[in-house]
């Protein structure tokens, strides 16, 4: 049997007890297994996702443990949806200590939402935006957030006019565009926390390529199968592993103090020259709050 993901990370011992934590996408994949590893660890979860089902049964599990848990449904691709979320939060909570922006997908269609923006785009990145933006004021002292990226965001350049179109759709480019926002959208939320003289940190993580994740099924083809039978070859990365890299950033006393960085394999790495390009985050946060129709959040000037 393999290590759980708190052994995996190094933070079996860290006490969570009394911490508030919020995972999305945590019915399935590596946020259902960070969101019980939590659990475990003493913190109170909000478990987020689309199916009520499996909503309930991580809530069981979390409950099994002694967390107290609860589940909230939320389409990632509805604006309304999102900010429920971010309501019931506020109302179920006195304030956040971890927020893990971990719910995405990667689509074989292009579509068009109705703010004009593509799906993937839309859900992987302006979703997290929103509601990081609207619970701001509701994390305490010390919080960390935590943005799902992946190493897919190497080898694109941001392209913000391309996400308010789906025709020639790749949904690789897609997938890997939004990921680079994810880079961006992290390293520029630390700067601007920091410039707000917040004690918040906010990090951006690669949880490997897993296909146990459930991402596969989005693939055309036979490749959903071929992607699935990866999960007995040895060395490819597991969803212990990925829940663990979240882990290791949200809660381990070695990150505490780490803030505006992307991790990989549990260190700091450095992303791609676009993911490192100021100006584009600055540019990305920008039109992210223009077309959600809100107000920059953090709008004091990024510090380089």
């Known amino acids: 049997m393999s290590e759980p993901p708190e052994a995996i990370a190094g933070v079996a011992n860290v006490d969570c007890t009394g911490m508030q934590a919020l995972v999305t996408g945590s019915t399935s994949g590596i946020g259902r297994a960070a969101a019980l590893a939590l659990g475990r660890l003493g913190a109170d979860v909000i478990v987020h996702g689309r199916d009520e089902t499996a909503g309930a049964a991580v809530v069981d599990d979390l409950a099994a443990v002694g967390a107290d848990a609860t589940f909230v449904a939320a389409d990632f691709a509805d604006v309304a949806s999102v900010r429920g979320l971010a309501d019931t939060v506020r109302a179920e909570t006195d304030g956040l200590d971890v927020l893990c922006n971990n719910a995405g997908g990667l689509f074989r269609d292009g579509r068009l939402t109705d703010l004009g923006v593509e799906r993937t785009f839309h859900v992987n990145h302006l979703a997290p935006f929103l509601l990081t933006a609207d619970l701001l004021d509701h994390l305490r002292d010390g919080a960390r957030v935590v943005t799902t990226a992946s190493a897919a965001h190497n080898g694109v350049s941001l392209d913000l006019d391309r996400v308010g ?39 951006s993580i690669h949880p490997g390529a897993i296909p146990g994740s459930g991402f596969s099924r989005f693939l055309p083809g036979p490749l959903p199968r071929l992607v699935g039978a990866l999960d007995a070859v040895p060395g490819v990365t597991s969803v212990a592993d990925g829940a663990a890299e979240l882990l290791f950033v949200a809660v381990s006393p070695r990150t505490a103090d780490i803030s505006g960085r992307y991790f990989s394999g549990q260190q700091p790495t450095l992303p791609s020259t676009a993911a490192r390009d100021t100006d584009a985050a ?9 077309a959600l129709g809100v107000d920059e959040p953090l709008a004091e000037p990024a510090d380089p």
């Open 282 to 290: 600055e540019r990305l946060w920008t039109f992210s709050a223009d």
């Open 165 to 203: 179109r789906v025709e020639s759709y790749s949904g690789l480019w897609a997938y890997s565009h939004s990921k680079l926002a994810n880079v961006l959208f992290g390293a520029e939320l630390a700067r601007r926390l920091a410039a707000d003289d917040r004690d918040i940190t906010s990090n």
